[in-house]
């Protein structure tokens, strides 16, 4: 690949007048482009050509402006509209200011010249989910390298980073975004994430990148001063939809599928999880999501190693993972995250049961989560007040148990809590311990959750660092939403900056006895998913989750048993009775226990709540 030290800048903006770019100060006048077909594709340097379509599905450039001179690598610059106020750059690789400030030129591929990169399929593997800003005191990428070698000794073989794109102020959790293409100047900017990048594949390690397409933050957020880049015929929470199928959604859709290629093909990332992908509104023909994973596939194949797609969606839908062109609802992703697994596990162990727990909390929904994936499968929501989602083939020629990524606990579920609370503080770790031998032993792809493997004692409160307007209105909003539902305690103030300081990982925890207990039973049950292949069996049919009784399940993977158990008392399980007849088990070797286990032919018996896994003979 080579490096290329002089840029141009070009910008869409298909109802301005004129455009100037302000250039180290020096005012510019910007040339409009004539309509043609272009002969280059998105490649997520600045100002790339991006496609738009007529009617009839026919390529065509539309609304570009072009600065003749090129640029050089570390030059500040803006874009002014109509002889309005400079904006930044929609696609800003580094914002060192801000999000209201300048764009400076930066050319991701000079960073990655010569790196070596291995080939990383990302299904199947243990990954594990971090904050930048939060994962280190110092909150860099050069920090975090530093704490690499740790997490290969867990076992962690890809790293999910939260969202880096800029966002407003020097804190946040990372879905606020509103550069998408530019890396976060607090964390070290798009430099500093190449040397993370480098650094991770250095010791095997993949990185996954979280991208937020479905919505944009409410501060800095300059693209309808562009162009038309939302859509009002859709609502969402945030308010109107990104322009996926109006009027110029060519451009918007490859402003999109450039900022991917950004990330998987110059900064050597291996894969993208998607946020809310059900917030994609889509009414065209061929969905965003396929587009995307059908130009991920090119890219595959034009640099020699796999790129993995990763849809958090919450339609409960296994077309999200059938391969494009499987049906009329496929969308081509790689992976998608499963909740209701999380939800099973969480409500199971913690007895809470409002909100969307509402239908979760037994043994035999843990079972069949754990078992088909989905328990909202076709059959009523409570919470949704509706019938929901559809039931996962465990014979499905298009996916199987490594398409579904599974956790006990993530940054939606610790951060969307009032306190941002952990499991481990308000559960008892015998039980944190049953629900981590669960997930992580299952047939699916686990992921971690930054300092769960240790149970740190910080929690992950939402945070944010808005403006004077917007500060306030964020401060009031979270705690009128949890005083809504009954919440009685404090709420912690998203804008305060102790509320960030909070959420940083202590990470001299990991020597403490409690602590390191937990973390060498990470360990454990990492080496054993290592080293046993029924561990890492991703059929779905070849999974079965017996209920013992109200408090212990038991899921079977071959030869291996895993005993989970709630409740505080000894647990005794005979599996030749648990299994019944069809199952002949004559005795027993444990593998792993959270607290002393005792095997005496096909019975084991510990003190819950915890877990033993055991193999049978």
Known sequence: ???????????????????????????????????????????????????????????????????????????????????????????????????????????????????????????????????????????????????????????????????????????????????????????????????????AHARGIGVILDVVYNHLGPEGNYLAEFGPYFN??????????????????????????????????????????????????????????????????????????????????????????????????????????????????????????????????????????????????????????????APVDPHSPHYDGHSFVVFLQDHDQVGNRAAGDRIGHSTPPGAQAAGAALYLLSAFTPMIFMGEEWAASTPFPYFCDMGPELAPLVTEGRRREFAETGWAGDVPDPEDPQTFESAKLDWAECAEQGHHRMLEWYRTLLRLRREIPELVDADLSDIRVEVVDDDTVVMIRGEIAVIASRADRVIEVDLAETLGSDVEVEGLEVLAAWDTAEADGPAVTFQGPGATVVRAR
């Not at 910007?30 to 309509?35: G, T």
């Not at 998105?42 to 065509?60: I, K």
């Not at 750059?89 to 050319?107: I, N, T, Y």
Request: glycine share 12%; net charge negative.
């Open 1 to 199: 690949m080579v490096s290329r030290d002089y840029q141009q800048i070009r910008v869409w903006a298909p109802g301005a007048t004129t455009v100037d770019v302000i250039l180290d100060d020096e005012r510019l006048p910007m040339v409009k482009e004539a309509e043609q077909t272009p002969t280059t594709s998105t490649s997520g340097v600045p100002g790339q050509p991006d496609q738009d379509r007529d009617q009839a599905g026919r390529a065509q450039t539309s609304g570009w402006w072009t600065l003749p001179q090129s640029v050089r690598a570390g030059q500040r610059y803006a874009f002014s509209i109509d002889g309005g106020d400079p904006r930044p750059d929609p696609r800003s690789l580094l914002q060192p200011g801000g999000v209201h400030g300048p764009s400076e030129v930066f050319d991701p591929r000079a960073q990655s010249e010569g790196a070596t990169h291995p080939a990383i399929d990302l299904r199947g593997k243990v990954q594990y989910e971090l904050h930048i800003g939060t994962f280190t005191p110092e909150g860099t990428f050069d920090a975090a390298i530093g704490h690499l070698d740790e997490l290969g000794a867990l076992g962690v073989q890809a790293i999910e980073v939260m969202p880096v794109a800029q966002t407003p102020g020097h804190r946040n959790w990372g879905y606020d975004g509103v550069d998408l293409y530019a890396t976060n100047a607090d964390y070290g900017g798009p430099a500093g994430f190449i040397r993370f990048i480098q650094a």
């Open 232 to 389: 009002p015929a859709h609502e969402t929470p945030w308010g109107p939809a990104v322009n996926l199928d109006g009027e110029h959604a060519g451009p918007v859709r490859d402003f999109l599928i450039g900022n991917a290629r950004q990330w998987l093909v110059d900064f050597d990332l291996d894969g993208l999880r998607l946020d809310a992908v059900h917030a994609l509104l889509d009414d065209s023909d061929r969905h965003f999501l396929a587009e995307l994973a059908d130009a991920a596939s090119g890219w595959s194949a034009e640099i020699g190693r796999p790129l993995t797609l990763i849809a958090e969606s919450d339609r409960n839908q296994p077309a999200t993972v059938h391969p494009t062109g499987a049906g009329p609802d496929a969308k081509g992703m790689a992976m998608q995250w499963a909740d209701d697994v999380h939800h099973g596990l969480h409500a199971f162990l913690t007895g809470e049961n409002q909100g969307y727990y509402v239908d979760f909390g037994t043994p035999e929904i843990l079972a069949k989560a754990l078992t088909r994936v989905f328990v909202h499968d076709g059959g009523w929501s409570t919470f949704r007040d509706e019938t929901w989602g």
